[in-house]
C-alpha cells in the first residue's frame, strides 16, 4: 500500500492550493481516506474523511476545503481555499475501513503547507 502526498507549498493568506493523494496497493472503491493535518507543536488533526458515498469535514475547514475522489486514477484531491495561517501544517492523506471508523490503516508521508499573513 503506498499514499504520496503532492501539491504543498507557501501561500499567502487567501489564497488556495490544491493538494493530491496518489494512492496504490489496495482496492481505492473499497476505502475511505483521510485527510489529517499537524500544525506545530500540536496533535495530528483530522480534518476531512471521503468515501465511495459519503465526504466529511471538520468545522474548521467547512465551507474552505473540498474533497475529490477519482476512482479512475486512485487519486484523492484537498482543494483548499480561503487559506489562513491557522492551517499552516504537514498534510497527510490516510486510509480508513469507513469515514465511521476512527483508525487510519496506512499513511503518506505528508505535504507541508505554509500560510503567511
Known amino acids: 500500500v503506498q499514499l504520496v502526498e503532492s501539491g504543498g507549498g507557501l501561500v499567502q493568506a487567501g489564497g488556495s492550493l490544491r493538494l493530491s493523494c496518489a494512492t496504490s496497493g489496495f482496492n481505492f472503491d473499497d476505502y475511505a481516506i483521510g485527510w489529517v493535518r499537524q500544525a506545530p507543536g500540536k496533535e495530528r488533526e483530522g480534518i476531512t474523511c471521503s468515501s465511495r458515498n459519503n465526504t466529511l469535514y471538520t468545522d474548521a475547514v467547512k465551507g474552505r476545503f473540498t474533497v475529490s475522489r477519482d476512482s479512475a486514477k486512485n487519486m484523492v484531491y484537498l482543494q483548499m481555499d480561503d487559506l489562513r495561517a491557522a492551517d499552516t501544517a504537514v498534510y497527510y492523506c490516510?486510509?480508513?475501513?469507513?469515514?465511521?471508523?476512527?483508525?487510519?490503516?496506512?499513511w503518506g508521508r505528508g505535504t507541508q503547507v505554509t500560510v503567511s499573513s
Open positions: 490516510a486510509t480508513r475501513a469507513t469515514c465511521r471508523t476512527p483508525l487510519y490503516l496506512y
